[in-house]
């Protein structure tokens, strides 16, 4: 079967859009919203400590995805709150700002001093900075779903780096006891074979 040159032409053109055929292309007024929205996350509820916004910015079927299981948006919530109260002075920047469909990819820079209970520490005075990475899906005007990356072992190694000293005591008092107890166990044990 042969087809004539303007039917081959038609063909051709319709094989090389096909691709984009399956896909609307993103509004960028929605695009310019949605990043809007997200931009909201990090300056009124992290820098301005603002949390009663969220319920104008997250869905009320929200769930953050993490690693090892989804987060509800009281809990994401109530991890934000901790980490405000941890670092009072926190401060996180965008550094970057994709968006693409309903989607909205943001590179951020987290900055604060731990003067307060957190990562499990005491407060240390350390000032921390990470760096990570969020994903969201807005729809509708609101974030529906959340993935976020972080090195937590970054802000770890951050905190204990100011203890060291402090662990390091630590750890000799700890050695020193158990020495003093393993000799006076020998010592009971040697009297005691003596009799």
Not at 93 to 109: P, R
């Amino acid at each position: 079967m042969s087809l004539r040159p303007a039917s081959r032409l038609a063909m051709t053109a319709l094989l090389a859009l096909w691709p984009a055929l399956g896909q609307a292309a993103s509004d960028p007024s929605e695009l310019k919203r949605n990043k809007a929205i997200a931009m909201r996350v990090f300056s009124e509820i992290f820098n301005q400590k603002r949390f009663a916004v969220a319920d104008q910015i997250y869905a009320p079927d929200f769930v953050n995805h993490g690693i090892r299981r989804d987060v509800s948006l009281q809990e994401d919530l109530a991890a934000a709150r901790a980490e405000v109260t941890a670092f009072p002075d926190c401060v996180m920047t965008v550094e970057m700002l994709v968006a693409e469909d309903d989607l909205v990819t943001a590179l951020w820079t987290f900055r604060g001093t731990h003067t307060a209970f957190g990562y499990g520490l005491p407060p240390t005075g350390t000032r921390v900075t990470l760096r990570g990475i969020t994903i969201w899906r807005i729809r509708d005007g609101r974030i529906h779903d959340e993935w976020t990356t972080f090195n937590v072992l970054s802000a770890y190694m951050q905190l204990l780096a100011h203890l060291r000293w402090f662990i390091v005591w630590i750890f000799l008092l700890l050695g020193g006891a158990v020495w003093v107890l393993v000799r006076r166990q020998r010592a009971k044990g040697a009297a005691n074979a003596s009799h």
